[in-house]
């Protein structure tokens, strides 16, 4: 697809003027997912899977998990496929649809995962591409990690992955293929942490161009990290980028973070 002025479009509109109304998250959450899962993110989603799984594995004999922002449920059937009992829950109807037909036979619902859904106890939960990022207050962030702390058994672990980019000014980035184009721009706001990004997204042959914006809360990584040990975790991790193996270093230009907390 041709992506001429793109960017342009993504620029021309003041970020602050309303744009769109989430419906890359309602209405069109397939077509989002079409993009996703067989476009440009099917290698980051596999990855992840992978962290996840040996995260919760070195830590536990048990191996059911929770995706809490489940979106349309990729995770859940990455993580089904490596032997997981899974459940999931998103705050859109939408997505929980399209997650359940990728997932026959799995309990997928609707919930926030400030008030956690679920009432068992599992060896795993995560909250993956910035999901947790949509929370806009301290108190509701620490009622989410203290949800996540105590659904989890002896020896459980939460999983939080968050942009964090505390000198973003602008950022654009797009990707195209024969059939679709999506481009995000981010930008810094008013808050000290909080931040725009604008998503343009086109598919033809299925007749949608859209473009809206989504605030997001790109919290500091250690300082979830001390939250989830206020809220009661035993200890915590910082990671850098789905890399078991490699700590978060806030000076290495990377902005994806994980923040893993360990219950014993």
Partial sequence: MRNENFIERLRDTKIY????????VTEHAHIIDRMYYYGKQNERYLKE?????????????????????????IHLK???ERGFEVSGFDLRQQMVDVARKRNPNVTIIQGDMKDFPFDRRVHGISAMYGAINYIDTEEGFRKT???FSEHLTNNGVA????????NLDEEVRIWTTDSWVLAKRWIKCDGEMDSVYR???AIPDEGVMEMEDHRQYFQDPYWIAESMEK???ARTKVFDSYDKDKEFDPLSGSHRSVVVGYKE
Wanted: aromatic share 14%.
């Fill in 17 to 24: 003027d309303p744009v769109g109304d989430y419906k890359m």
């Fill in 199 to 201: 998503v343009f997204y």
């Fill in 78 to 80: 990455l993580l089904r």
């Fill in 231 to 233: 809220e009661g975790f």
């Fill in 49 to 73: 899977a992978e962290f996840i799984t040996q995260i919760i594995t070195e830590e536990s004999d048990g191996k059911t998990y929770i995706d809490a922002g489940c979106g349309t449920g």
């Fill in 145 to 147: 990690l203290r949800g």
């Fill in 159 to 166: 999983i939080v992955d968050t942009r964090y980019q505390p």
